[in-house]
């Protein structure tokens, strides 16, 4: 199974913006993004104005790289997205949104993304009772998540409207589905939708 081996604040350096890869120390000055602010590689950055596919092409990797999936998976993601009956932008980060690993990384059970995977992989967590290890699990409206594995705990931070925790059971429920407000805004998924559609 390929993944990304890589420095990820190299990332965040490609990308221009602050993607989160590594959870708390991105809000420090250690962040890599704070400390270079040009682009990883000898030449740094292009002189000139980006083209349109340029632009589209990095908010795709921008949208992949934030939520840790590789490209056929994410393709996979957006030909679904297609098929909703919703618009095709916000279907696809609704998609991302909902999955397993994104969804403990909002409830606070992982300071980042690539955590919530790992713990995810490690059996850590139940959904509806059931013991789930797989990170692209898609939770629906009703799910509750659970812990398995004891000496877990939560950090304190807010939990999007969509989601509730519950902290005497120690468990989180999927209310809705995710609105276009509790969705990503610093994505711009029009350039997305372009990119595959040409």
Do not use: H
Not at 43 to 65: D, F
Not at 109 to 122: E, F, I, P
Not at 129 to 155: A, M, T
């Amino acid at each position: 199974m390929s993944r990304y081996t890589d420095a990820k604040c190299r990332l965040c350096r490609r990308e221009g913006v602050k993607l989160f890869l590594k959870g708390a120390r991105c809000e420090t000055e250690k962040c890599a993004l704070t400390r270079k602010q040009q682009p990883p590689g000898m030449r740094g950055r292009r002189r000139g104005r980006p083209s349109e596919y340029s632009l589209q092409l990095r908010e795709k990797q921008k949208a992949k790289r934030i939520y840790g999936v590789l490209e056929a998976q994410f393709g996979r993601y957006f030909q679904s997205a297609r098929r909703q009956p919703e618009a095709t932008g916000e279907a696809l980060l609704s998609l991302l949104e909902r999955r397993l690993d994104n969804l403990i990384y909002r409830l606070g059970l992982a300071s980042s993304r690539a955590q919530a995977r790992q713990r995810v992989t490690a059996k850590s967590f139940t959904v509806n009772g059931k013991l789930v290890y797989s990170p692209s699990f898609q939770v629906k409206v009703g799910d509750r998540i659970g812990f398995y594995k004891e000496g877990l705990s939560r950090e304190e931070k807010p939990v999007p409207s969509w989601l509730s925790w519950d902290a005497k059971k120690k468990e989180g429920e999927v209310k809705a589905l995710p609105a276009a407000d509790d969705l990503d805004t610093t994505l711009d998924t029009s350039l997305i939708v372009e990119f595959y559609s040409r």
